[in-house]
């Protein structure tokens, strides 16, 4: 099954984003867990919840995907900054439990000038204290372009965290095509290389999600700057490869292109019709 849809605003509720992912024609959606800069949260109703799940179970759809707010910074200098992260995300995470939504992914943060190895360390440290047994969500740590002080530009930075983190079956990854191209990892033009080390040093188990965005900005030139499927530096035949490929197609998919509902139907067009079945 082609899994596909793209970031929605959960500013109508939840069944409204069901509903807008079917004006899409997708079968899936992305949507933050709060107003991305994190700001408060609005109290998930039962109700909105249930009618989703149906409406989720009447049109197939593949798993969809919460995303933390990305002004978080859980390995900030600084600890007012990495409570208030700690504090939200498990609060998100305790409210997932009322959504039919298993999937939380975040970006790890930036050290600030603390170094990779403090990064890593007080992400995994928050993973461990956060995680719990009995909780349904598995956490994905997404592939950042490197930007800054960005921890999660480097595929072993990503293996790392997840070494230290004691429930590793909660764990798994986002790649974020435009990231990891900006990164320095060639999908345009070694895909199936990039697919083996990924599988080499973190192994394909854990790849969970795709978040699917071409790039406006060069190869390798740690931005993180998206740009519409076709016309930025990856083009259209890459993601082509990517959505077809037999050890990605089928994940799910999710768009973060600069596109409203409309742009994004015809992102979703475009992307079925090159799709082998
Ligand atoms: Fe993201
Ligand atoms: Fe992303
Ligand atoms: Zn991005």
Partial sequence: MFTIGSHLSVAKGYYAMGKDALKMEGNTFQFFTRNPRGGSAKPIEEEDALKLKKLMEEHHFGPILAHAPYTLNICSQKEEVREFAEMIFSDDLERLKNLPCHLLVFHPGSHMGQGVETGIELISSFLNRTLKEDHPVTVLLETMSGKGSEVG????????????????????????????????????NHLDEVIHEFDEVIGLSYLKAIHLNDSLTPFSSRKDRHAPIGEGSLGLKTFIKIINHPLLKELPFFLETPHELEGHREEIRLLQKHRKE
């Avoid at 590793?168 to 320095?184: I, N, Q, W």
């Fill in 153 to 188: 530009s480097r595929l072993e930075e990503l293996r790392e965290i997840i070494d230290r983190v004691e429930q590793k079956e909660k764990m798994g990854v986002c790649l974020d095509t435009c990231h990891v191209y900006s990164a320095g990892y060639d999908i345009k």
